[in-house]
């Protein structure tokens, strides 16, 4: 497809939000030896790309500028490169795109081929877009940083997920019901049933009292604590922890940070571990 054109969204410097974003003409990427060419069918946006334009990672990234954001997307397959053996032009796939490179406000972009997996046809290019971050941090944040057996063959675990109607909490309470779990959940009073459908066995109004302090309303105490909003002291947690409970923290502050390395030079029974979810991690089994 070399010399077409195709359209994208990319911005040109730090800052401005939305405004600054451009809608642009520009050349379809060629795939270099490991990469395949993608038709673009969906993307989806998350917390990172808004933190990459507001330079919370400068310099790192993005590498340069013009940068087009999104970095998780769907779409077809229409070029391989000359090392690239594992896809064929026209598979459905669903894929990550660098976060150096950026691409996935645009018509076609290039994937790395070892960060590609089939979708499944009985998934949607709009269902399967948000699985990268989301529902993959989910799995980890299950499976390897508190043992949940998916299968449920595991012991019962008593669970927390605060903010459980956003895009990780609302997979964690679904994987975790799977895991036979018990799930407390926290989020806003106008999700309430939404959360309570997906299987939560208690759902707490976040700024009602017992939200505000955590507090199972069946007096449970929680083997693990799955935090997925806003910062929260850990005073808040710990009191609400079995003897040997933890905090997963999927957006760590630097506080939660320093209180996970105390927790670890103190030999704390109970403790905070924050999570920093990888695409490539062989135990999940998710992706790649």
């Avoid at 595991?154 to 964690?172: E, F, M, P, R």
């Avoid at 933890?246 to 403790?271: G, N, R």
Wanted: charged share 20%; glycine share 10%; aromatic share 6%.
């Amino acid at each position: 497809m070399a010399g077409k054109l195709m359209r994208a969204v990319w911005y040109e410097g730090y800052g401005g939000g939305a405004a600054k974003l451009k809608h642009v003409e520009i050349p379809i990427p060629k795939p270099s030896k490991d990469e395949v060419l993608i038709k673009f069918e969906a993307v989806s946006l998350n917390p990172i790309d808004c933190k990459i334009q507001e330079g919370m990672a400068r310099p790192i990234l993005p590498r340069k500028f013009p940068h087009i954001p999104g970095y998780d997307v769907t779409g077809e397959i229409v070029e391989t490169g000359s090392g690239a053996k594992k896809f064929k032009a026209g598979d459905k796939v669903v894929a990550i795109i660098s976060h150096t490179g950026g691409g996935g406000l645009a018509e076609y972009g290039v994937a790395k081929e070892n960060m590609i997996v089939v979708r499944p046809p009985e998934v949607s290019p709009a269902q399967a877009a948000p699985l990268h971050v989301t529902a993959l941090t989910a799995h980890q944040a299950l499976t390897q940083a508190i043992g949940l057996k998916l299968d449920g063959s595991g012991s019962q675990k008593n669970l927390l997920i605060t903010a459980a109607s956003g895009g990780v909490g609302h997979y964690a309470v679904q994987l975790a019901k799977l895991g036979n779990a018990h799930v407390t959940a926290t989020c806003g009073a106008r999700n309430i049933d939404l959360v309570k459908s997906l299987g939560a066995d208690e759902v707490l109004d976040y700024k009602s009292p017992d939200g505000v302090a955590l507090k199972s309303p069946s007096g449970k105490k929680y083997d693990a604590i799955l935090h997925c909003g806003p910062a929260i002291p850990f005073s808040v947690f710990e009191p609400n922890l079995s003897a040997k409970g933890k905090v997963i923290d999927i957006t760590p502050s630097p506080k939660a940070i320093f209180t996970f390395v105390l927790k670890k030079i103190t030999w704390s029974s109970k403790t905070l571990e924050p999570l920093f979810s990888s695409p490539q991690s062989r135990e999940s089994g998710v992706c790649c």
